[in-house]
């Protein structure tokens, strides 16, 4: 489904507590990366089962719900609880993917969306990604969007000696990422755990957002346009390929 930014904007734009600028930020940053994400999903008659995993401000939930009628699900580490998820009848429970199993039987969902959350996972990926495709139906959908560790600012860092990934901080914590993929890597991550890739690209949809557009950010974003390894986001669709599955963890 192919959606314009305008109407993301009037579907988001009486959700509770939407107007605090931290979340306007994020929306103004992700609102191209959930247009394209979006356009992943298919269209069904069928009411749908949609699991979001990480499902945090559950923007890409209300959107799949609104958009497309199907049932939506979130899972979260955290409890963030909200009245927008109970007045969009989106059903939410805890959990924490890295030390527990996905609250839901076998074969319950036909989409899973995994969107910014890959990068976050302090476990080996396979584990995470034999539950995804334990709750997923026989050839459920499974929807990616991860960081590109080649994007073009990344590698500038580390031309100047900057490490492009977030350090822990003084309580020897962190809250950021802890490993993005190379498009390849992640090809591989996908397949290896009994996924066939639909799709794999890399997508400029956050150097869209640059607004201010000096010189330098305008030669960013046009070089950034013109080679596509530079993007800063890799989405994925990938299918549930039935059979023996290898368990990796």
Request: hydrophobic share 40%; glycine share 4%; net charge positive.
């Amino acid at each position: 489904m192919k959606v314009e930014a305008e109407k993301i904007n009037d579907i988001l734009r009486n959700v509770p507590g939407i107007e605090e600028q931290t979340e306007r930020q994020y929306l103004r940053f992700h609102i191209y990366r959930y247009i394209e994400t979006l356009s992943l999903i298919p269209i069904s008659s069928s009411k749908l089962n949609v699991l979001d995993v990480g499902i945090s401000s559950g923007h890409l939930a209300i959107l799949v719900r609104k958009l497309f009628g199907y049932q939506v699900y979130g899972v979260d580490a955290q409890d963030v609880s909200t009245p927008r998820f109970p007045s969009e009848g989106i059903d939410l429970k805890i959990c924490d993917i890295v030390n527990q199993p996905l609250p839901y039987d076998a074969e319950s969902f036909d989409i899973v969306l995994f969107c910014e959350v890959l990068e976050h996972l302090t476990v080996s990926p396979y584990k995470v990604m034999n539950e995804l495709w334990r709750v997923l139906k026989k050839d459920g959908i499974l929807i990616f969007s991860t960081p590109n560790i080649a994007a073009l600012v990344k590698r500038l860092k580390l031309l100047v000696g900057k490490n492009p990934l977030a350090s822990f901080n003084r309580n020897g914590e962190i809250n950021y990422h802890i490993h993005e993929y190379t498009k390849s890597e992640l090809a591989s991550l996908i397949e290896q755990t009994n996924f066939r890739l639909d799709m794999l690209y890399l997508s400029d949809c956050w150097e869209r957002t640059f607004n201010n557009l000096n010189p330098l950010r305008l030669a960013y974003k046009l070089v950034v346009k013109c080679v596509p390894s530079f993007r800063g986001c890799i989405l994925a669709r990938a299918r549930k390929v039935n059979g023996k599955r290898t368990n990796m963890c």
